[in-house]
């Protein structure tokens, strides 16, 4: 059975840190670029951020380029997101994501507030 | 960034009627564009592929179309269970960009 279970999600100040995880069984985690989406309250998808296989190669939406860093743990099949100076607006449920096999967790949630 | 505009923002039907959603793209995509759906408290599921590519298990009443930069999803005849919110995602550029969404909602 595929499982995506996210974690690390909480209350956080503005200018806070957070690093989320999510681990993965049921798959050739290896093989495949892993993703990170988001959906504030209320809103839409929003794509964060992925990574290559190897973890090589990763890519940023420009609203978290500089703040936010994937990365990935392949001999734990763990995928990470380190989220740096958090603002009010990245208060948002957020998925790890299989794009290709359609594989998603059922998220953390990520509150930033004072 | 490639900008996914999705008209209508509402579209109100009864079961039975044919759903037609739109997905604009502000550069061409090529066919690397999906279609997902998304119920409350759900993740999204993924319906479309490659702009046309039913995914694994989605019913043959859902259909895509389209290319470059006009996309549309068509849902043949409405289930009770198709009542829900349609997001476009293009998969051709970074950073992979999703549409605001298309709420199907019951008439």
């Known amino acids: 059975e595929v499982q995506l279970l996210e974690s690390g999600g909480g209350l956080v100040q503005p200018g806070g840190s957070l690093r989320l995880s999510c681990a993965a069984s049921?798959?050739?985690?290896?093989?495949?670029?892993m993703y990170w989406v988001r959906q504030a309250p209320g809103k839409g998808l929003e794509w964060v951020s992925g990574?290559?296989?190897?973890?090589?190669?990763?890519y940023y939406a420009d609203s978290v380029k500089g703040r936010f860093t994937i990365s990935r743990d392949n001999s734990k099949n763990t995928l990470f997101l380190q989220m740096n100076t958090l603002r009010a607006d990245d208060t948002a449920l957020y998925y790890c994501?299989?794009?290709?096999?359609?594989?998603w967790g059922q998220g953390t949630q990520v509150t930033v507030s004072s | 960034e490639i900008v996914l505009t999705q008209s209508p923002a509402t579209l109100s039907l009864s079961p039975g009627e044919r759903a037609t959603l739109s997905c604009r793209a502000s550069?061409?995509?090529?066919?690397?564009l999906a279609w997902y759906q998304q119920k409350p408290g759900q993740a999204p599921r993924l319906l479309i592929y490659?702009?046309?590519n039913r995914a694994t298990g989605i019913p043959a009443r859902f259909s895509g179309s389209g290319s470059g930069t006009d996309f549309t999803l068509t849902i043949s005849s409405l289930e009770p269970e198709d009542f829900a919110v349609y997001y476009c995602?293009?998969?051709?550029?970074?950073?992979?960009?999703f549409g605001q969404g298309t709420r199907l909602e019951i008439k």
């Open positions: 994501a299989n794009i290709k096999l359609d594989y």
């Open positions: 049921g798959f050739m985690f290896r093989s495949y670029y």
């Open positions: 990574i290559t296989e190897s973890g090589s190669s990763t």
């Open positions: 550069q061409s995509v090529s066919s690397y």
């Open positions: 490659d702009a046309s």
């Open positions: 995602q293009q998969r051709g550029n970074w950073p992979i960009t």
